[in-house]
């Protein structure tokens, strides 16, 4: 006699059951394709109004110049914020400075990310919804390049690490808030390329303060 699976007292044949559990993994599969497809047609994302100022803190917009190596102006969907540090602490490799030196460089090469923080200020480089090359990864379908908002925190010496720090957090979070970005769509640089950055808040053991910092800022704006 052949055996059946019983459910909920309603005997089905083993063929019967394997039919109704593929049938149900193809209505799943279709589902989560159908929905990646959407949200792929969604198209380039809207850049979000500019503000003077995140927490306090002047945001200075002086964009890198268009049509340039660093700055081709290609569209895309913000799907994270990419952090990483300068790595320069020399004195005086603040946001301003790192300000002319990316404008310097992205028209050399295909260099560039959208916002640079110290302990004063914000600077502001690329348009939130172009492309920039700071994750490693060339233009990766979804990659950091591609999808990311790239933040450099600055590590010179006169300025206060913990308060540029609290102000990449603001600004991550209003990022965001503004592009309705879940926690997990907050990475590291090194998410991307492997590449050991931001390397303070790593090597410190401090990524999941950073967390914290943001995850705070957005709740205080709920
Ligand atoms: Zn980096």
Redo the contacts with the bound molecule.
Sequence with gaps: MKQGIRIRGVKLRPRFFVFLLLSALCIFGLIVGGMRLLDRYRGPSEEAPYVEQIGGIPVIRDLIEEDVPGRPGTLRTIRYIVI??TGNDGKGAGAASHNNYIHKEAALQTLSWHYTVDDKVIYQHLPDNEVGY?AGDQLTEDGGNMCGIGIEVCVNPESDYDKALENAAALAARLMDAYDLPMKALKK?QDFSG?N??QRLIEQDRWDEFCDMVKQQLKAKK
Excluded: F, I, R, S
Aim: glycine fraction near 0%; aromatic fraction near 0%; include cysteine.
């Design positions: 990483h540090e700071h640089h590449k950055c931001p």
